[in-house]
């Protein structure tokens, strides 16, 4: 149950990370969901990329709407504000209090129901609108709260646990994303935190609109045969474009992969992704040519996985309204209310 | 024979026009030329849901006694449009005038023979004159101001002076427009005689303002401290964000940096600008949409989440007719109950109801104090006709020793000093407990936000006691809510009675015309002017010392009337309904009528008929 609280029991050999908060600091209330659950292997992935960045827990927002996805942001980041909303409306949410202050870091975390159904409107805009966010969708395929619904990120002809196959297609959100201009696209697994980790510190420090589809198999409606989101299903067709390390600034670069096999991008804050190239001549910084090879190897039957496309020099909606760099929120009186003299000056136009 | 009517500053009339023509601004132009003279107006746009091509009207009652509702009636008529050439004509009242372009000549028949016929060749004059079809459509409309202006005494030298401000700074359009409007004058001083109806300079205005309450209301939220506005385009509410926009550059970007101390969307439907108004409340900026009542239909799940999980919003919510469509153009009250009670299960949400753009301006800043306060969703409910018709009224008034109300927030320092923080904790008793921003403190105030059931301390909660105690607390809210939000107005009559009368939002004008005809009849009405939901205890106090109060209202199904029965326990017998729906503006000629009637029922109605504007 989500209201009794974890022991606070630590290991005597936790090393804390620059700011000195333990990885305990990052965590959340006791997951409620099924035991070898794909989101709790995820909200694992979150507490760890938040640890490793030395974030203050505090200045992360996590938002969320509805469904077993939605319900993982109360199992992380404990300290942190986090907002439950409602089905499908994360994004506007998040585009809201990303308005209201700049500075906090904005996590949502949807998932395919959530976001490719009822909310498929919402992501579209908030990804369009720039909102500065890391937007984490929890990919199962399966309405699982409701008990095995397809949701429409099964694919077509894959067999639900019921034995009903799906006859309709099936919306890429990695597709979407990128046609939509999110400046940081991934895709990801739950069961490859190796993968993973990496990649939510990228997003997090990734300075605009960041989308991680991460496939993560629901162990109770769709990790049979005949589903294309079982954990064997992934494992098969997995096709990893690269390997990811996330370099905060000031810290050394190292690079154990052979010279002319990994490219460096250095993101708007100064950190500095280094991609080791898994598939030759993939290059996540051309956006077109990633639309191309997603299309390709989806045919093929692989689910391309990695950092697909990054642009290290992202807008965001802030830049495009030209608001001011502070906090709206913190904004007093004196900035926000002009008073009578400009009143008088507005009265005396309109006789 | 029915003699012409004759007046001095009190008569209506209304330009019948086609959308589109260019003539909305020479319109206007003629309306203030009048509120120039010093003879208070009263405007009315009736337009249809197009941009070009359909009939539209703009009626102007010029009153020298201040009566800003709309009359009824039409004294003369400035028939520009002949698609409604036989009900514009048909509405003018017996006695009155007919204006209209004598160019082709129309059979008789199309005539009434109680009206006075004024034919002006407005179409010949401009073709005489131009030779470009746009300048032949535009400067026809400066022309039949010129000619008006000389038929009813209107001094040319304002309109002269309203041109000169309009086109500031291009000479060439000032003279063009001179030119135009001198020809009207000439031709009308070469070939009549001024008319039975007059205007004659007078001292009825004051400094009084001519704003629209969208242009108020968005001006209001400038003043509340709002800095996010997310919104999506709906007739009759667009104006007032676009307003709020406008006033945000004017007065909001920071002069050394030139950045904006506001950030507005334009949302892809009306359920993301709700969700991006509480996004940013749940953040601690002052934040609102604007909508009318399709959008509110479309916004009440998340507006119970603002209720459930105490978030501050405010909504605008431009009343037009409904349902669904309904009439997008026309005027209604008919969203009081929808969103009172917006979304699903037990909820009630604050209600604003201003009279007049003056108070649009003030209720709507406003409500941001509530809301923060309240921690929920307030709505400020204008309706079009004080929404996009620009009104008379006293000049908007700033206290500067004011300062914004942000509630209940406990802050860093206090989280430091070990203040127990519960986020759904009722420490005072008033119902309201603290919150916090996100981000204020590292290991402390920190909560999780949800739509379900919780404890007071936001943890997760479904038993039954929990819940209650949860949602008992938030009509102890609602109670405090009472006591905050802008109490009526009582107008007593002359002289003690037990019959009275309940108004609200734009009736207010027409209803105090009302009283005054009813007290020149010898019937004493007491007037509530209610302003704001929940109802306070002057309200009660009304309903309990009143045998019978007519309620009167915009809608079809008694709306308001059914707030007071279901939440104050006014007796249904003792309420008697009073309602006006067709989508015009409400009437003191209707309000007296359909009290009368209901007053003394034997009493014969009165011999002159009571005749209702057609649209």
């Not at chain 2, 009318?292 to 978030?311: K, W």
């Not at chain 2, 921003?437 to 929990?466: I, K």
């Not at chain 2, 199904?557 to 009073?578: F, H, K, Y």
Request: proline share 6%; with cysteine; glycine share 10%.
């Amino acid at each position: 149950m989500t209201y009794i609280a974890k022991p606070k029991l630590h290991h005597p050999a936790l090393t804390p990370n620059g700011l000195g908060y333990l990885r305990r600091d990052y965590e959340g209330s006791v997951s409620t969901l099924c035991a070898g659950c794909g989101h709790d292997s995820i909200s694992a992935a979150i507490i760890q990329a938040a640890y490793e960045l030395d974030l203050p827990p505090h200045r992360v927002a996590k938002l969320s709407g509805i469904g077993c996805s939605s319900k993982t942001p109360d199992y992380f980041l404990g300290n942190s504000h986090g907002f439950n909303t409602v089905h499908g409306r994360m994004p506007s949410v998040t585009t809201g209090a990303n308005l209201a202050n700049r500075e906090l870091i904005y996590l949502g975390v949807s998932g395919d129901g959530d976001s490719a159904s009822i909310g498929l409107g919402q992501f579209a805009h908030a990804i369009r609108r720039g909102v500065n966010m890391t937007y984490i969708v929890e990919n199962n395929g399966v309405y699982g709260l409701t008990k095995g619904q397809f949701s429409a990120t099964s694919d077509r002809g894959s067999k639900s646990k019921k034995g009903v196959v799906n006859h309709d297609a099936a919306i890429d959100m990695v597709g979407l994303a990128l046609q939509l201009g999110a400046t940081f696209v991934a895709r990801s697994f739950s069961g490859d935190k190796a993968q993973l980790v990496p990649l939510i510190k990228a997003a997090l420090r990734h300075p605009g609109p960041a989308f991680i589809d991460t496939l993560s198999p629901c162990v109770q409606f769709n990790n049979h045969a005949g589903s294309t989101k079982s954990y064997d299903y992934v494992r098969e067709h997995n096709e990893a474009v690269n390997r990811l390390d996330v370099i905060a600034d000031r810290k050394p670069i190292e690079v154990d992969y052979e010279p002319g096999t990994t490219i460096s991008v250095t993101q708007h804050d100064g950190s500095v992704l280094a991609l080791h190239k898994l598939s030759d001549h993939y290059d996540p910084t051309d956006r077109i040519a990633a639309m191309a090879y997603l299309g390709e190897r989806q045919a093929a039957g692989e689910i391309v996985t990695g950092l697909l496309y990054v642009d290290p020099e992202p807008g965001d909606l802030h830049g495009a309204l030209g608001t001011t760099d502070r906090p709206l929120n913190s904004l007093s009186d004196a900035e926000l209310v002009p008073g009578q003299a400009a009143l008088d000056r507005i009265n005396a136009g309109l006789r | 024979m029915t003699a012409p009517l004759a007046a001095v500053n009190d008569f209506v009339v209304k330009f019948a026009n086609v959308n589109g023509s260019g003539s909305a601004s020479a319109n206007s132009m003629f309306a203030k030329a009048v509120l120039r003279m010093g003879v208070p107006v009263a405007v009315r746009n009736i337009f249809p849901s197009n941009i070009q091509g359909l009939p539209t009207w703009f009626e102007v009652r010029v009153t020298e006694a201040g009566h800003l509702g709309r009359r009824g009636g039409v004294d003369m008529m400035v028939a520009m449009n002949p698609q409604t050439w036989d009900r514009d004509v048909a509405e003018i009242e017996p006695g009155g005038y007919l204006f209209y372009d004598s160019t082709k000549p129309m059979p008789a028949s199309k005539f009434r023979d109680d009206i006075t016929v004024v034919g002006v060749p407005l179409t010949a004059i401009c073709n005489a004159a131009y030779t470009v079809a746009r300048e032949r459509q535009l400067f026809k409309n400066i022309i039949y101001v010129g000619a008006l202006a000389s038929l009813l005494g209107i001094e040319i030298a304002v309109i002269e002076q309203l041109l000169a401000e309009q086109f500031e700074g291009r000479e060439k359009l000032i003279k063009a427009n001179f030119d135009a409007l001198h020809m009207g004058r000439d031709w009308v001083k070469d070939n009549m005689a001024p008319l039975g109806l007059q205007v004659r300079r007078a001292d009825a205005v004051g400094d009084r303002i001519f704003i629209e309450g969208n242009q108020a209301a968005g001006l209001g939220a400038v003043y509340g401290g709002a800095t996010v506005c997310a919104w999506y385009p709906i007739t009759p509410s667009t104006s007032l964000a676009e307003a709020f926009t406008s006033y945000c550059q004017e007065l909001r970007v920071d002069p050394e940096s030139g950045k904006a101390n506001f950030a507005i969307v334009q949302a892809e439907d009306e359920i993301a600008s709700i969700g991006m108004v509480i996004g940013a409340g749940w953040n601690g900026a002052r934040a609102f949409t604007a909508t009318s009542g399709p959008g509110v239909s479309l916004m009440t799940e998340f507006i119970g989440l603002s209720y459930f999980a105490e978030i501050p919003a405010v909504i605008f919510d431009v009343q037009r007719g409904g349902p669904s469509t309904g009439m997008p153009t026309r005027t209604q009250q008919a969203d009081l109950i929808g969103a009172a009670y917006a979304s699903h299960g037990d909820t009630k949400h604050p209600m604003l109801l201003p009279m007049d753009p003056g108070e649009c301006f003030t209720f709507a800043a406003q409500a941001f104090d509530l809301a923060d306060r309240l921690q929920t969703t307030v709505f400020v409910m204008l309706d079009l006709d004080m929404g996009m018709n620009e009104w008379l009224v006293e000049p908007l008034k700033w206290d500067e020793s004011r300062r914004m109300d942000r509630g209940k927030v406990m802050t860093y320092e206090e989280l430091e000093a070990g203040r127990d923080f519960g986020r759904y904790l009722d420490v005072d008793g008033d119902g309201i407990p603290f919150r916090t921003y996100p981000g204020v403190h590292p290991t402390r105030g920190g909560y999780f936000t949800r739509g379900t059931s919780r404890n007071p301390y936001a943890r997760y909660s479904e038993e039954g006691s929990v819940y209650v105690d949860n949602v008992q607390r938030l009509l102890r809210k609602f109670e405090t809510a009472k006591t905050l939000v802008p109490a009526p107005v009582l107008t007593r009559a002359s002289q003690p009675t037990r019959e009275g009368v309940i108004y609200y939002g734009s009736t207010g004008p027409a209803m105090h015309e009302a009283l005054g005809l009813f007290e020149g009849q010898g019937r004493r009405l007491d007037a509530l002017r209610i302003r704001a939901f929940p109802f306070s205890s002057e309200v009660d106090e009304f309903l309990a010392s009143h045998d019978r109060i007519f309620v009167v209202e915009q809608n079809r199904d008694a709306q308001l009337r059914t707030l007071l029965m279901a939440e104050n326990g006014g007796d249904p017998d003792r309420l008697v309904p009073v309602l006006h729906f067709d989508g015009t503006p409400i009437t003191a000629r209707f309000i007296v009528s359909a009290i009368t009637q209901m007053m003394d029922a034997t009493q014969p109605p009165g011999s002159r008929p009571l005749r209702e504007a057609a649209e």
